[in-house]
């Protein structure tokens, strides 16, 4: 059963840090592309980051780029995202899902095919 799961959210101080892991399971996860998003309070779902199968090719949303680095482990079957200098714009539920390529076209959701259930990210002081 293909499952994406989302963990590592949790409530944090401006200036702070965190680092979210999507654990993927049922498929196989090291050929697709992964790809971060995150949805806050009364907003459009957006684009975060995106990492290739094979590591070789990332990207991120301009308010994240220089804070937040995503990477992978195949191995394991994870994903995560970095998350540095977390700022109160930052608060969202943030979501793991895979793409259906090998690549991702920057952040756009348009070739996600599987979406996790995500996971909160509160900062506040």
């Known amino acids: 059963q293909l499952q994406i799961v989302e963990s590592g959210g949790g409530l944090v101080q401006p200036g702070g840090s965190l680092r979210l892991s999507c654990a993927a399971s049922?498929?196989?996860?090291?050929?697709?592309?992964i790809g971060w998003f995150r949805q806050a309070p009364g907003k459009e779902r957006e684009g975060v980051s995106c990492?290739?199968?094979?590591?070789?090719?990332?990207n991120y949303a301009a308010s994240v780029r220089g804070r937040f680095t995503v990477s992978r482990d195949n191995a394991k079957k994870t994903v995560y995202l970095q998350m540095n200098s977390l700022k109160p714009e930052d608060t969202a539920v943030y979501y793991c899902?895979?793409?259906?390529?090998?690549?991702?076209?920057?952040?756009?959701?348009?070739?996600?095919?599987?979406w996790g259930k995500g996971t909160l990210v509160t900062v506040s002081s």
């Open positions: 899902a895979a793409h259906r390529y090998r690549y991702c076209s920057g952040t756009s959701s348009r070739t996600v095919d599987y």
């Open positions: 049922g498929f196989a996860v090291g050929a697709y592309a």
């Open positions: 990492i290739s199968a094979s590591s070789d090719y990332t």
